[in-house]
Nanobody, 128 residues
Framework: QVQLGESGGGLVQAGGSLRLSCAAS????????VSWFRQGPGKEREFVAA????????FYADSVKGRFTISRDNAKNTVYLQMNILKPEDTAVYYC?????????????????????WGQGTQVTVSS
């Protein structure tokens, strides 16, 4: 079992930056693929970013590519999402997820159904 807890959300102006953290307990995150998803108001949950278990593959949604960066600190057992040049449409609850995925293709890593462990979410609000 892995327990995940997100932090770092808040209110920021458009063009600003935030760094979300997802701290894990119970198991080491290096054993899992990790990802970030988000759910905006009135929207379905959508994929944001993923990092393979080995750490050599990353994937991003087109809407955040070039602005967001996913990373993992194995010593701290924490996953991060650095978000730059934030836009009002980035407003959402952000969730981190972990899973013992087999394979590291985009099709596998971007699908929420492949992740067994989820955090409670952290709110990000971007004002215009």
């Amino acid at each position: 079992q892995v327990q995940l807890g997100e932090s770092g959300g808040g209110l920021v102006q458009a063009g600003g930056s935030l760094r979300l953290s997802c701290a894990a307990s119970g198991r080491t995150l290096s054993s899992y693929a990790v990802s970030w998803f988000r759910q905006g108001p009135g929207k379905e949950r959508e994929f944001v970013a993923a990092l393979s278990r080995s750490g050599d593959s990353t994937f991003y949604a087109d809407s955040v590519k070039g602005r967001f960066t996913i990373s993992r600190d194995n010593a701290k057992n924490t996953v991060y999402l650095q978000m730059n040049i934030l836009k009002p449409e980035d407003t959402a609850v952000y969730y981190c997820a972990a899973g013992a995925l087999i394979g590291n293709t985009a099709r596998i890593l971007t699908a929420s159904r492949n992740y067994a462990y989820w955090g409670q979410g952290t709110q990000v609000t971007v004002s215009s």
